[in-house]
């Protein structure tokens, strides 16, 4: 009796492991056809670059675009060490042929994408007394037409896969035109006007559409800003983002305290506001910005 139980077990332990490894093959199957497909724009610095790290540590693939290939090569080079599939794609949001090209390829790439993070953008300096058309151009078709070139490429790919979720970055300047700064401040009203205007239709398609709108955040971007109260790391901004967007929020505002000051600033008589900001010293452009 003892002898024959000890003969069948090796057929036992043959039938454990057979099991167990279709077990994990399965369960590996089920979670590669469950990975989430993220599109980010300025993944190559910054908050970009930090949400895809960010992103690729919670097992999300990824699709990056930006100008810089170089930057974009290395940062898949980096996601695919650990395990994450990831596709660099080289674009200028400024150019509609660009960005088309490259949320096409994203879709045939992974086949579908249900995270798109909007975050590429630029920021200069608006002087009022040398005021350029052209520099305000600038910072318009990057950040206002650059998502909205995106827009016109991923609404219809997510109607038709039947839903998704759109980020883009705005900002807190967004709230009220802050002299020296006002060209971007428009950009990012703009922007975030843009996506309260959008979201109420599309959330019935499925569709959800987030504004996110940090305070200062240390980047490249604001390497030269001098003294920034309440500044936040990359790394901080992209975890808080991530967790907001996992939790459903619409808007995502941080931190709190300029958050609420910028809502202050909002609501405050144009005679205080233009008193306070009057004070402050006016933007001189250099010889070669103007
Ligand atoms: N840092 C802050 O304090 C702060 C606060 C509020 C909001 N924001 C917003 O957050 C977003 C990211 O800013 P950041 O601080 O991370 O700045 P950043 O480090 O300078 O990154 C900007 C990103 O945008 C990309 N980009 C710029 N122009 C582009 C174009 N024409 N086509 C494609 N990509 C372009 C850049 O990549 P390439 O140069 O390789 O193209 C880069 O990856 C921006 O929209 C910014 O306005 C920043």
């Known amino acids: ?103 096409t390829s994203a879709k045939d790439h992974f086949g579908r994408i249900d995270l798109a993070i909007l975050s590429a953008g630029i920021s200069e300096a608006t002087s009022a007394t040398q005021f350029i058309a052209s520099r305000f151009e600038r910072l318009l078709r990057t950040n206002l037409l650059g998502v909205a070139y995106c827009l016109e490429e ?32 428009a950009t990012k009203a703009g922007l975030s006007t843009l996506f309260d205007g959008l979201r109420g239709e599309l959330r019935q398609q499925g569709i959800r559409l987030v504004t996110i709108e940090p ?36 808007v995502i505002r941080f931190p709190l305290m300029p958050s609420l000051v910028m809502k202050l600033m909002r609501i405050m008589p144009v005679s205080l506001f233009d008193l306070i900001t009057a004070k402050r010293r006016p933007v001189r452009l250099k010889a070669e910005e103007s």
């Open 1 to 103: 009796m003892l002898a024959g139980g000890f003969y069948y077990l090796p057929v036992y332990q043959a039938f454990l492991w057979i099991f167990l490894g279709t077990f994990l093959k399965v369960f590996l199957q089920i979670r590669q056809v469950m990975k989430q497909i993220a599109f980010i724009t300025g993944a190559s610095s910054g908050i970009g670059l930090a949400l895809a790290q960010e992103l690729a540590a919670n097992g999300y693939e990824l699709a990056l675009a930006a100008r810089r290939q170089e930057q974009l090569s290395l940062l898949v080079s980096d996601v695919e060490r650990a395990g994450i599939r990831a596709l660099a794609l080289p674009c200028d949001v400024t150019d509609p042929v660009q960005v088309k090209h490259a949320v």
């Open 215 to 250: 305070g200062y955040v240390r980047t490249p971007m604001t390497e030269s800003f001098g003294n920034m109260p309440f500044a936040m790391s990359a790394e901080d901004s992209a975890r808080l983002i991530l967790e907001r967007l996992v939790a459903g929020d619409r």
């Open 154 to 185: 991923l609404l219809p790919l997510m109607q038709q896969q039947g839903g998704g979720t759109i980020a883009a970055i705005s900002s807190l300047a967004g709230d009220r035109g802050i002299p020296g700064s006002a060209g971007y401040c």
